[in-house]
């Protein structure tokens, strides 16, 4: 009998606000949920197996806040998206009525039936905050998806089949060792997601966020936030998470960002520094990046992706803090150079960008 199991489930505790994004879907097998990441090579997962993922349905998820004596001091439900998906923020009361521990319940599948679905320390964001984003695909895998016959591996072997890029694996451990908080953001289909757990588990790359394209978006004319030109172009949807992400951890001191020199990562993350830096007005970069090859915006993302930057540059100018130092490492191979900008506007990002050969 299916039932619903949590995807995914973020919690970051800030000193006025926990802030969470979480996933449910339907499965008969608890295998596609969080709580059952391999541990043994011969249990890996395959993206196959993650296929239902691909379903859409509408939740209802209670939360529930106990604080460290055990006693609970908040609780409220909040509805999904039509794709099982939540983004909610909770307050923080004072030192006393903290939130130390969350209890998470899905209320609307079975009439006057609350269906446990874990429970979870928020993670604290203190400062200095330093974060490590990280892209997946030809970063800290070399993955190849270039034909079907690709396509069909992927999606029947765990992504142990493909090469490991050790100097990736070795500097984004670096940075999690010095105490900045990983995020990866990738490109792959949102049902690669237990998949892509495993592997990180497996190289003991302990994260406290998976950002993977959700395709459902694509295949849903009422939505708009994804296109079918969506598929290739990943200007859109990765600079809207990677905004997601500081809107949920909030403005860091240090920010390191990892990608490749395969795609359009150096153009989407100098369009990220020259935000933080204050080096131009969202509507005027806006206006530089919706022509661009890897953005190519619709009427819908248009207003959604303005939206967003202006909360982006609101969280920047009530945070206080001075501008964040941003260093860009991108995985190029012997023969690649660094990708060139298509603006001189994109040079004037004050960032530190470090090449380097895997």
Known sequence: MKRPHLVHFISLASQTSINIRASLTLAEKSKLSIFDSAVAPNSLTTPRQSLGLLSRQHFRMKIVGLNVYGDQIFSKVFNSDSFGNFTFKIPQGEQNGKIAHLLAFETSFYSGLEIHLGAFIPIKVERPLKLVISDFDKTLVDTRYSSAKDLYRSLNRPLSYFPRVDASIDLIRGYINSGHQPFILTASPHFYENALRDWLYKNEIFTAGIFLKDYRHVFSFDDGLLTTKDIKNQGFYKLNHLVNILLLTGIPEELVLMGDGFESDMLIY????????????????????R??????????????????????????KSSGSPDPLITIHIRCKKEMELPKMPLEIFNRAKVDVRRYQA
């Not at 819908?300 to 969280?315: E, G």
């Open 270 to 289: 100098k369009s990220l520094a020259l935000l933080l830096k204050d080096e131009v007005e969202p509507w005027t970069l806006w206006n530089k990046l």
């Open 291 to 316: 022509g661009l090859g890897p953005f190519q915006l619709t009427t819908k993302q248009n207003s959604r992706f303005l939206n967003k930057i202006y909360q982006l540059d609101s969280l920047l």
